[in-house]
């Protein structure tokens, strides 16, 4: 059964996807709050579907934290659920990506149209140059930022090593950091077919202050945080 629920929800992702990726792109001439209002559709109906077909829904805790200002959002990264979520949970935002994705036919197009920080992961030092100055734009003109620290998917009960890109961004900026932490690779694992039905927790932390810190500073703060946090989740999912 979990696998024909699976079947289900895939076949209105892709045709969802087919649909609504080449009308992101027909939006370039208009201002950014039309083209991501017409990307974030496609996260709306699949969030919905992903619940009507796999049983699979989500609790937000510490929505109050979120502040006014566009900050810079830190989330841990299991699954590709909290690629869809985080833009159904936080204002308008820019990722930060590897630059390979651009070049996907439509969908990499329609990801161009909303301004993302596509980075040469390879290029070391210039790739966190290319954010710190393309993320302070992106800041500069009212959109949050999203960073995923380990850089990739990590499995439940992993950590991944927290790069130091999204803290030089925050230090130079002075940018607030929001922690993100959640369990969305207990129930859609990476490269997983199936998804299990029940509740995912996300948990958002309290602004992390990071003007006067130094970039290992703030990461390390944010690294304590979010697998602290985890480390809670996951003892009160093991006990339920």
Known sequence: MLHLRAILFWIVFFLSTIIIAPLVVLTFPFPFRVRYATARSWVSINLWWLELT????????GQSNIPAEPSIIFS?????????????IFPPQVWVMKRELLRIPFFGWALAMLEPIAINRAAGRKAVDQLVTQ???RLARGRWVVVFPEGTRVAPGTRGRYKIGGAVLAEQSGAKIVPVAHNA???WRRHSFVKKPGTIQVVIGPPIETQGKSAQQIITEVEDWIEGTMDKI???NSQA
């Open 185 to 187: 690779g207990e129930y």
């Open 135 to 137: 993320g302070k734009t």
């Open 54 to 61: 796999c049983g699979l829904r989500y609790q937000v805790s």
């Open 234 to 236: 996951t003892t009160i």
């Open 76 to 88: 841990k990264h299991q699954s590709t659920w909290e690629t869809l979520a985080l833009q159904a």
